[in-house]
Nanobody, 125 residues
Framework: EVQLVESGGGLVQAGGSLRLSCAAS????????IGWFRQAPGKEREGISC????????YYLDSVKGRFTLSSDNAKNTVFLQMNSLKPEDTALYYC??????????????????WGRGTQVTVSS
């Protein structure tokens, strides 16, 4: 059974930084495309960043390019999302997901996707 456990969320002022972590188990880590989604109240879930394991491509949502950085530590089966220059509009529940379609221009869940429970990020103005 695939398990994804997020951590690192919290309350931060605008312009601040947070680093989210996603610890994965129950899967061959470097064989899966893994990434992050977020969902704000009243809004649809959106994919913000993913790593394509097969071709080494990283996708970023336009609104986070230059501010967020996705990285991984394969030895620890962990994916990180470094978020800098945070804005109030970044406030959302952030989810880690494994088994994604991920290329340079888009990302979306596959039918076999596994989700973490999420970690809340709140950015105050």
């Amino acid at each position: 059974e695939v398990q994804l456990v997020e951590s690192g969320g919290g309350l931060v002022q605008a312009g601040g930084s947070l680093r989210l972590s996603c610890a994965a188990s129950g899967l061959i880590f470097d064989s899966y495309n893994i990434g992050w989604f977020r969902q704000a109240p009243g809004k649809e879930r959106e994919g913000i960043s993913c790593l394509s394991s097969s071709v080494g491509i990283t996708y970023y949502l336009d609104s986070v390019k230059g501010r967020f950085t996705l990285s991984s530590d394969n030895a620890k089966n962990t994916v990180f999302l470094q978020m800098n220059s945070l804005k109030p509009e970044d406030t959302a529940l952030y989810y880690c997901a494994a088994d994604l379609f991920c290329d340079a221009s888009k990302m979306h869940p596959t039918p076999a996707v596994s989700w973490g429970r999420g970690t809340q990020v709140t950015v105050s103005s």
